[in-house]
């Protein structure tokens, strides 16, 4: 029944910024975002409950990233500023019945740090 639709990556050079968005199909309960490389597990990023508007925001990120939503049209936004090589990853939106189990994941989105 849900289906996610996300874009924004892209190549930007280190201190840049980038803002990503995914569109859920269906009103979530919670949505976030997780980034993967290549030979490791995916990586909770940052998560925002639908209903109050909590967030939360894992530590390398928390200053740099903020995540947000626009209620009425089930999209969840990512602001990615002052992005670092190590950010260089997959990027997946993803959406679930509350902010710790995501169930519904996005195609992914390329985002390339470098210069």
């Known amino acids: 029944q849900a289906h996610l639709t996300e874009s924004g990556g892209g190549l930007v050079q280190p201190g840049g910024s980038l803002n990503l968005s995914c569109t859920a199909s269906?009103?979530?309960?919670?949505m976030g975002w997780f980034r993967q490389v290549p030979g490791k597990e995916r990586d909770f990023l940052s998560s925002?409950?639908?209903?109050?508007?909590?967030?939360s925001y894992e530590d390398s990120v928390k200053g740099r990233f903020t995540i947000s939503r626009d209620n009425a049209n089930n999209i969840v936004y990512l602001e990615m500023n002052r992005l670092r090589p190590e950010d260089t990853a997959v990027y997946y939106c993803?959406?679930?019945?509350?902010?710790?189990?995501?169930?519904?994941w996005g195609q992914g989105t390329q985002v390339t740090v470098s210069s």
């Open positions: 993803a959406a679930g019945p509350a902010v710790a189990t995501m169930v519904t």
């Open positions: 269906i009103r979530p309960f919670a």
């Open positions: 925002i409950d639908w209903a109050t508007g909590d967030t």
